[in-house]
């Protein structure tokens, strides 16, 4: 799950990370109530901060969603004047916000982060995540702060240091002093780095989050390390015993099929292509998308109907796949083990009955009871293409793009 | 032969009084499996099917010599589990269990990775000798003994391998599907080490996804030790960037983990490696003729 920069840097702060001091405002008319309580803190210069979950917010630009007219380049503002800050924010809240993330229908602003702006000399990178191939997190900080770590990765790989923490033994004030001096830190920001550090971790360890990138770190004119920016993702396995993170879920930045297709335990993806697919498990719904793709569609979506499927399950995927306009076939393909197939296909023929799905319907059943399955389909009169093997949905999803 | 697992193998089910436990260990039974005892605390002294439930699997072990796990209790308490087996003695692990956090498999793994156990899972399928004994919950009939090993992150894309292999008369020695998580006990690299060894196979289809590097690290050692034909597929081609697809374990982050790139390292490693899911049966029997 993801969550927005002014969530994440609420949870910071509450595990004593220092953080860029600001708050969030949902209507403009919160303005000026916002900056008057930063000013009360001693602020006098503020950065505008529009909250999306995509990142290069900084160079995206906005764009009114009616007009389509651009209103202002740039998603993050810094100003020392607060009428400028203003101004910047009525320009952001309720517009469309595009950055190289988002695509090219953007995503709509609707929460804005008034911050502090701060002055700093130096800008870093840090971040936290599990590496797989040794099942430990690793911290990996870089001088290169301000910049996509995958390009100083692809580019300057030394210039990226990583630590690995043992999860029995924790964090420890040498693995704080060891990047520290590995970016180049001394005196006080060297200092205040190393108390920095293992909060920063525990705040990571103890609310199950999966990523926690802090692009840019600053050291501030004087020498202190602040986290400008903050992007956290959590383990969603983890979820049930975080319910102060699960607070956090912004629906309005999620996929309304997608949140759809959880309420009846369905695992959707939607995707842009032509040919909708309904699968059970997650390894055989990628399989089939790729197989999608080698018969000429393109996928359009992936949906793993898990391990029960039944009536009910097949007809929620059906209405959720051909809410998308775009479907133009639909291949089934369940590989019924502890599922009997025949009852999957009385599923898939009440379904059909009951929406009235127009699209073709290739439907490949294999396992238990396969052959009673292609009888009930075969007799339903229902325009069903039946295959048998893998290979065969293939080639009939072919057959109906082209007809 | 086969690997990890046959017909001597005693097993104790964790959580065997649950619904998942109690349907797949009757499943279990029904195919061969040498189940010994069930573990569900607080209800020690039970019994299911004849098969005596005890507290802890401590008690299993000393009173029923039971080797190996099958783990089935809900995901908050599964590391526990796994612990739990691990110090009792038990040297065959397999977690069937879905959606345990990371950071507990964290701690788990790097608890167990140099003691003398094996874990296979968590969230997999388990694992099946064709014709002797199946830890899991994968369908025992489309399964044929013969010599050709199975190793796999998928559930049913495993399914789907093997009954293409079955359909084309070509068995199996041991199919083991290691899990669809971020952190597993053993990795592709480790299944194919024993298949490696093992006489009785002559032949070893591997199954990735996309996400993380295992399969490139097994491909790798292929290229270095394994002469038997191995053929190989990657799920998730056309899988965004970015997004987990079902399993917690398949996304590609940073432009890492994509299924072109394992492909890829694949084939340079000598592996016959196939475009479509569709094929992988008739590409092992392919590369056992020109063997």
Redesign the interface.
Known sequence: MKIHEFQAKELLKNHGVAVQDGIAIKKLSQFDKAVGALKKRGINQFVVKSQIHAGGRGKGKLYDPKTKELVLEGGVKFTTSEKKAKEYAEKMLGNILVTIQTGAEGKKVKTLFITEGLDYKTELYLSIL?D??V???VIMASTEGGVE??KV?DETPEKIIKVWI???VGIQAFHARELGFGLGLTGNAFKDFVKFLPKLYNAY?KS?A?MLEINPLIITNDDRIVALDAKMNF????L??HPEILAYRDLDEEDPLEIEASKFSL?Y?K?D?NVGCM????????????????AGG??AN?L?VGGGANKETVANGFKIILSDKNVKAILINI????VRCDRVAQGVIDAVNEIGVKVPVVVRL???NAEEAGVLLVKSGLNFEVAK???EA?EKVTVVLKK | MSILLDKKTRVVVQGITGSEGS?HTS?MIEYGTKVVAGVTPGKGGTDFQGIHIYNTVSEAVKNQKADASAIFVP??FAADAILEAVEAGIKLIVCITE?????????V???I?NKDVRLIGPNCPGLISPGKAKIG???G??HKKGKVGVV?????????AV??LSDLKIGQSTCVGIG?D??IGSQFIDVIKLFNDDPGTEGIVM?G??????EE?AAAYIKKYVKKPVVG?I??????PG????????IIA??KGT?AEKMKVMKKAGIHVV?????IGIAMQKALLNK
């Open positions: 599990l797989r191939g099942s430990k997190n770590i995958e990765a043992d999860p029995a360890e199950d999966s383990d969603d396995n983890a049930y015993r695992n993806i995707l292509g699968v059970n498990g997650a390894g055989l719904a990628m399989a089939t998308m790729d197989i999608i793709k080698l393109e996928p992936f793993d590989f019924g083990g502890i294999e396992g238990t093997t893998l290979q293939a | 349907f499943q995901p908050p959606g345990i956090p990371a950071k507990d498999m964290t701690k793994f790097n608890a990775k919950i994968m369908p009939f489309i796999s992150r998928s559930g049913t894309l495993t399914y789907e009954k293409q669809g971020p952190i199954i996804e996309i996400g993380g590097s295992a690290e597929f799920a998730g081609r056309t899988a965004p997004r987990r697809m079902g399993h917690a374990g398949a940073g432009g299924a475009e479509s899911p569709a094929e």
